[in-house]
DNA sequence: GTCCGACCGCTTGTATACTAGTATCCACGC
DNA sequence: GCGTGGATACTAGTATACAAGCGGTCGGAC
């Protein structure tokens, strides 16, 4: 998550929130992303390189290499000469997201259930701990960064650091649909205890348990597409 | 594959063997790092942006975009103020792509295996049958290609089209270690041996036997890792 | 009233100019 | 001879200027 800077609203140059030396681009790309996956940039808006330019306080340059790592994302849409916009949800893109973040936790979690130690589940118990007083206060913002966190969590426990960054990158749709899912009343209680479900097959060192049940709660997000897609037509590929 | 062009030698500008018309981003980053995993581009080596766009006859904005995707990709490190280098073999980011490739690929080929039909087993077998003949003429170019279209093949038979793209960005690795292994004699019918045994069980709709002989096939450009850091210590990482 | 066409504005893509910071190398002092 | 300091030549990051192409709009002809 980065600061939140207001793309759309504020008419001020937001530059000086940014520390002056570090490279922009990185950090325009993490603040583009944040802001598209939240659907506060809404599915099909343009986005014009000089305006957001002009928002943010600085050229088109880093802007371009933002745009251009969303557009690898498949979360942007460049169309030389007309414009760039945010992507519609594809149902394709969709599934293909889920198959790679499927593929990808699910193997992190075998191997984390067998390397696993006293402190790393300590750290995921108090992850799960964080998540239940975030969801009996209703803080939906507060759970998200959880959720990403115990996620990543299990990846990074396999060993290989260079796994969240892919799936990160891979999973960007399906976050935009989780984003819109959350206003199902018991959302958040089911998915807090379809962690636990997780941690503790990873705690018992059992990873066929640890992979079926992130599986089935992996699968649980790609059920609400259609529910989505009813409430949200405008907001998905024509086909 | 693309093109290829003769970044170092060649003085002359080569700005007319690229269409015209089209964005010369995405070119440069397939042509660049093409040559990085043939190890064309020794590991280490300095990119220079001035000098990379004056011999290919682009300023240095297209470069630069090239080489904004080949750092995300970990293929060149870029030191800011100091100079963009190609990134030495590093055993870790190595290990990391084994797990994706794996993931991935493993996963695929087992849903390959339950949907595969008669004419997508045709065409894996001609390009079979194409391997072994570029094998008898020892045309290693050749086999590359083969073998890059017969992984393909597998991954898109899962009906996952987007799995590839990220497959192949984070494998980049792990083809610059084979690409250095194939000075091994008998490595390529070997190679093409084990592709044989993964397609029959694809073709039997095993996906058991599919997963299995495909990680095992895939496990043994890693167990080369050893002998080329022997040979070259200077690709590496120093630890 | 309707349809066709030229023009204008805006878009992205590319090239160039400028900024700030690093490393190297050479001259100078000791 | 050796160590040090500064000028210089490079680097990547950023800003700006230019080129090329699409779309919408407005005006005129039928």
Same mark, same amino acid.
């Given at each position: ?29 993490? &603040? %583009?992303?944040?802001?598209? *996956? =939240? ?8 986005? !014009?390189? @000089?305006? $957001?330019? +002009? ?47 499927? &593929? %990808?936790?699910?193997?992190? *979690? =075998? ?8 402190? !790393?589940? @300590?750290? $995921?118990? +108090? ?66 205890? @379809? ?45």
């Amino acid at each position: 998550m980065v600061e939140p800077i207001p793309i759309r609203g504020g008419d001020a140059p937001e530059k000086a929130r940014r520390p002056g030396r570090a490279p922009a681009g990185p950090y325009l790309y993490a &603040a %583009l992303r944040d802001q598209i *996956v =939240r659907a506060e940039l809404a599915p099909g808006e343009r986005l !014009s390189e @000089a305006e $957001l330019g +002009e928002r943010l306080g600085v050229s088109r340059t880093p802007i371009r290499e933002a745009l251009g790592r969303l557009r690898d994302d498949r979360l942007v849409e460049v169309r030389p000469q007309i414009g760039t916009f945010v992507a519609r949800i594809s149902p394709a893109a969709v599934s293909d997201a889920q198959f790679i973040r499927e &593929a %990808l936790e699910c193997t992190a *979690v =075998r191997l984390a259930a067998e390397l696993a130690d006293e402190e !790393s589940m @300590a750290q $995921l118990e +108090e992850n799960l701990r964080a998540q239940e007083r975030a969801t009996e206060r209703i803080d939906i913002d507060s759970w998200q960064l959880l959720d990403d966190t115990f996620h990543r969590s299990l990846c990074d426990l396999s060993g290989h650091p260079a796994v969240w960054p892919v799936n990160e990158r891979a999973k960007s749709h399906l976050i935009r649909l989780r984003r819109l899912s959350l206003s199902m009343p018991d959302y958040l209680p089911t998915m807090v205890a @379809a962690h636990r479900t997780v941690a503790d097959a990873v705690g018992r060192h059992d990873p066929d348990a640890a992979e079926a049940s992130l599986r089935e709660h992996l699968r649980a997000v790609l059920r609400e597409v259609p529910r989505i897609r009813e409430q949200h037509p405008d907001y998905f590929e024509e086909p």
